[in-house]
């Protein structure tokens, strides 16, 4: 009984503050509200004994691609805030650059660590004058910025993630709709900057992968930053609504004197559009990184750099992505039970003046979506992918563990085997 009571004074002495706090605050607080979902991939890849060696096997692999939770909300009017956990590529790791590393979605590697993707505020006085802070998605890139990842027509995203800086801490002025009228033609931007420090391994942003900290060595991290800084910027134009969607964005990382390189940046550049009307989906883009980048005397790149972005020369790294989706049920073609997508996309990555080396590597993936419901279609879908590389060169896929791709190197998302893909997701 004594228990009792002083589990009900404990419990009052939160709920009655809580409760008086609700009564004053009306309707200025329209959160939190929970999301997430989870992917389950089943994988298997065919033709990697050819490598001659022992990296790598052609059994089936499962894992989880993605599993995320967040809270989202309204503070007060005008500002919002977004909390997301995620535990990425669960038993899908990358390639270990050692006989025996593991081939599926070679590069991307964090090896199902949990973090925190998000955590951003954002102030909104206008519409076309915002402001974000926070750890968000940098706005570079057609398809990473547009296209979450629980809606992708595709199980893998393209390989041009390699190329763009992900998700890093900093702020950015944004806006959207800056132009709009009664056609929805509108333009939107955004603006800003980041801390250098990439949290998506593998990527040309993320120079810390021989575990070097971005900070000085001073007080704090939190208080002696590097000094560099990824700047960034993106304009985009939104033609009679969802049927033509273009943009352009960039971003420039100084290197500074970080440990292994001389004083050097890395530029990107994107191209893209999107749309599409009448379940008819489409998709394409353009990325361009160049670096001057080179490696001090002495300084082995392999431990700052993953296999496929060693250099001391300098480099030029592209890729190019077209992608078509027809929903046969959005056509009418199919009745709501029968709500399937089949889908295409080409994908080809090279990179040039690589150490002497260039490398190329060219994705076709063939794929098939169900979507349980059509009314949420992402809600719950199973997606079926089949990825066909071609105009392989530069011993991607084909090295020796050691040499200079290593065994298996690949660009992010990209596959050097013919990979059969089998993804379920669910989500609230």
Known sequence: ???????????????????????????????????GYAQITGASQFGTSTNGSSAGSSGLIFGANRIRLGLKGEAVPGVTYNIMAGWDNAAITGNTGVAG???????????????????????????????????????????????????????????????????SAGAMIHGKDVLDDVTGTGVGYAVGIADDSSLDAYNAYNWSQNGAAPFGAGQSGYLNGSGNYI???????????????????????????????SQSSIYTWNVGMHGGMMGIHYAASYT?????????????????????MMTSNGMLATDWNVGLGVNLHQMMLTPSWLDIEPAV???????????????????TTIGLNYYVNSNNPHAAEVQLNYIIPSARQ???????????????????????????????????
Request: glycine share 12%; proline share 6%.
């Open 345 to 363: 996309r080409f994908d080809s990555f090279s990179i040039n003046n690589h150490n002497g080396y260039d490398a190329k590597l060219d994705n």
């Open 231 to 261: 700047a960034f910027a993106r304009l985009n134009y939104d033609f009679m609504g969802p049927l033509l969607k273009a943009e352009v964005s960039g971003s420039r990382m100084s290197l500074g004197s970080k440990t292994g390189y």
């Open 1 to 35: 009984m004594k228990k009792n009571l002083v589990a009900l004074a404990v419990a009052a002495a939160f709920v009655v503050p809580g409760v008086a706090f609700a009564s004053t605050s009306s309707n200025e607080d329209t959160g939190p509200v929970v999301y």
């Open 394 to 428: 530069g011993k991607f896929g084909t090295g020796t563990p050691g040499g200079v791709f290593g065994a298996t190197g690949a660009p992010i998302n990209g596959m050097a085997y013919n990979t059969l893909m089998l993804q379920f997701q669910a989500g609230f």
């Open 288 to 308: 361009n990184m160049t670096t001057g980048r080179s490696f001090a005397a002495n300084t082995a790149p392999s431990s700052l750099l993953p296999p496929y």
């Open 101 to 167: 590393g593991n081939l599926l979605n070679d590069g991307l590697g964090n090896g199902g660590n949990a973090s925190i993707l998000d955590a951003w505020l954002n102030y909104a006085p206008v519409p076309f004058a915002q402001l974000e802070v926070g750890k968000f998605k940098l706005p570079v890139g057609n398809e990473y910025v547009n296209t979450e990842g629980n809606e992708l027509p595709f199980v893998f995203r393209s390989m041009a993630q390699s190329l763009v800086p992900g998700r």
